[in-house]
T-cell receptor, first 113, second 112 residues
Framework: DGGITQSPKYLFRKEGQNVTLSCEQN?????MYWYRQDPGQGLRLIYY???????QKGDIAEGYSVSREKKESFPLTVTSAQKNPTAFYLC????????????FGNGTRLTVT | GENVEQHPSTLSVQEGDSAVIKCTYS??????FPWYKQELGKGPQLIID?????GEKKDQRIAVTLNKTAKHFSLHITETQPEDSAVYFC???????????FGSGTRLSIRP
């Protein structure tokens, strides 16, 4: 089955620690995205990548970093500089940028205490 | 900046009745409008989308309408069933080809 796998489903960290969320896709999609979801809010774009070795900041990139060394993988690091890291993080991919539907993973819920 | 507003934030309807969720967008250059359904603990799934050269699209019990002049688009679900209970998000592709902007979501509950 093709799809997007995010791991782990739940992640707990102490304040001040960096943490990396995994996202892998076997859909052969070029574009990949990271969104943050907070209760009662829509999805806000953190970073996106249209091609390997290239990525752009979204609307709320501060305190986050990404890499795109392989087409299948787009890990997100939540750094200690992110002031409110506790959230539900969603990874998505699409065939091409923008005008094709996003395929989402099932998310990682990060709790930082 | 680019913005998508969605109403209502919560909606409760009797099973079998219709549900309507409305969105407005700010970027007149937007030309792609997907709708997503998110069940508890899962990622959103595309349920229907519409492009700006079309005014209406239907897929079984789900339909979407688009009014480009007013910058409105709506999701209509007819003959609602318990499995329709979920959070629904509208979205619009903004001026930047790579950005899809989401509304804040509507929590739909179907009463038996």
């Amino acid at each position: 089955d093709g799809g997007i796998t995010q791991s782990p489903k739940y992640l707990f960290r102490k304040e001040g620690q960096n943490v990396t969320l995994s996202c892998e896709q076997n859909l052969n999609h070029d574009a990949m995205y990271w969104y943050r979801q907070d209760p009662g809010q829509g999805l806000r774009l953190i970073y996106y990548s249209q091609i390997v070795n290239d990525f752009q900041k979204g609307d709320i990139a501060e305190g986050y970093s990404v890499s795109r060394e392989k087409k299948e993988s787009f890990p997100l690091t939540v750094t200690s500089a992110q002031k409110n890291p506790t959230a539900f993080y969603l990874c998505a991919s699409s065939i091409e940028r923008g005008n094709s539907p996003l395929h989402f993973g099932n998310g990682t819920r990060l709790t930082v205490t | 900046g680019e913005n998508v507003e969605q109403h209502p934030s919560t909606l409760s309807v009797q099973e079998g009745d219709s549900a309507v969720i409305k969105c407005t967008y700010s970027d007149s250059a937007s030309n792609y409008f997907p709708w997503y359904k998110q069940e508890l603990g899962k990622g959103p799934q595309l349920i229907i989308d519409i492009r700006s050269n079309v005014g209406e699209k239907k897929d079984q019990r789900i339909a979407v309408t688009l009014n480009k002049t007013a910058k409105h688009f709506s999701l209509h679900i007819t003959e609602t069933q318990p499995e329709d209970s979920a959070v629904y998000f509208c979205a619009a592709r903004g001026s930047s080809a790579s950005k899809i902007i989401f509304g804040s979501g509507t929590r739909l509950s179907i009463r038996p």
